[in-house]
Every structure is written in structure tokens, then in C-alpha cells.
């Protein structure tokens, strides 16, 4: 079992240079807890929980505050080709809840993979296991 296999590809993104408010606007549109964030390049630069924006909220209110200066970073990501047993552990050891999922040369975006993810491989392998 591979991430390819349970990512959900061509995630939604923000541009590392949009303001913060946009970022909570398109999380509550789409029901999305986690954004990758991407730099002038299309990279991925970052990533913006929805608890940072609801911690920038209280912080700085109406004020613009660019996305870029709350995501997280560096970002942690994994390769399409990894094991879930590897997401699985690099989201555990890092305490995160999920991974961007970017191409072999480690920068370009090509999904995302969460704990829903992993909890419906979870229930697939139980399902073909008969449990």
C-alpha cells in the first residue's frame, strides 16, 4: 500500500504571498483542515492549519497578514511512491496530521494524504481481512 494510493490528488492551495483571511475563507468553503502554502515557484513552501488561522484571527484581527508569515515550515513531505507505513510514521514523529505529497525532485505538489486518508486504507485492509 502507497500513499499514491490513498492521497487525494491536486490539492487546494494558496499562494504563500495571499492574505490569511482568504486562506480561513477557502478552508470553510471546501471543509479543508490543512493547506499547503506555495511559494512564486509553485512549490510547496509551507502549510497553514486551520488552527493558525483561527490563533492569526485572534492576533491580528482585520489586519493583512500574508499567509507566508503563519504556515508552518519547512515543510515535512512524502513521496507518492512511499508506504503508508512510512506516512504513518513521519506524521506521528513530526505530530502532524498530514503530508503534502510532492513529485521525486521533492518540490512540485502532486496531492496530499491526511489521517482520514490513512483511516480508509485502515478500513480497507480490515474489510480484506474479514474484520
Known amino acids: 500500500m502507497q500513499v499514491r494510493d490513498y492521497m487525494s490528488p491536486a ?3 494558496i499562494d504563500s ?3 490569511y483571511q482568504q486562506a480561513f475563507s477557502i ?3 471546501k471543509s479543508l483542515h490543512h493547506l499547503p502554502v506555495l511559494d512564486a515557484a509553485g512549490n510547496c513552501a509551507g502549510l497553514v492549519a486551520r488552527r493558525d488561522l483561527q490563533l492569526a484571527a485572534r492576533c491580528f484581527q482585520e ?3 500574508e499567509v507566508g508569515e503563519i504556515m508552518h515550515k519547512p ?3 512524502i513521496s507518492p511512491e512511499a508506504s503508508l507505513g512510512a506516512a ?3 506524521m506521528m514523529d ?3 496530521g498530514c503530508l503534502p505529497v510532492s513529485d521525486a525532485g521533492g518540490g ?3 496531492g496530499i494524504i491526511t489521517e482520514t486518508d490513512l483511516l480508509r486504507a485502515l478500513q480497507d485492509l480490515l474489510a480484506r481481512q474479514g474484520g
Open 17 to 19: 504571498g495571499a492574505d
Open 75 to 77: 515543510v515535512t513531505t
Open 108 to 110: 512540485h505538489l502532486v
Open 27 to 29: 478552508m470553510e468553503e
Open 11 to 13: 490539492p487546494v492551495t
Open 88 to 90: 504513518v510514521e513521519r
Open 63 to 65: 489586519a493583512p497578514v
Open 94 to 96: 513530526d505530530h502532524i
